[in-house]
């Protein structure tokens, strides 16, 4: 799971970048990989979110999508305060 923390927050700056680069193919990519991993660990709304932005972004177009990556912020915020609430329980 530590490997999964350290690709998002990776990938999000990756996305920002791009964003306000108007890269779309960037925001794609980076967007597509980041469903897959929503998925592998059952972050559904996570992964619901990052589709929105997916989407806009095969439409080439990014309004609202600072809005998302706020959104899939809070997410993985979560995310990673469950797996350290987690690892402190089991220590």
């Known amino acids: 799971m530590q490997l999964f923390t350290k690709d998002i927050k990776l990938r999000l700056e ?5 964003i306000a680069l108007d890269d779309f193919g960037q925001i794609i990519r980076e967007a597509h990989h980041l469903k897959g991993a929503s998925l592998n660990i ?19 177009q990014h309004q609202g999508a600072i809005k998302l ?19 402190n329980k089991q220590s």
């Not at 990756?14 to 791009?18: D, G, L, Q």
């Not at 559904?44 to 095969?58: C, D, G, I, P, S």
């Not at 990556?69 to 690892?87: G, V, W, Y």
């Open 14 to 18: 990756v996305i920002k970048s791009a």
């Open 42 to 60: 059952g972050a559904t709304a996570m992964y619901l979110v990052v589709e929105k932005l997916e989407q806009q972004a095969l439409q080439q």
């Open 69 to 87: 990556i706020a959104e899939i912020e809070e997410f993985f915020n979560c995310i990673q305060e469950f797996l350290t609430d987690s690892q």
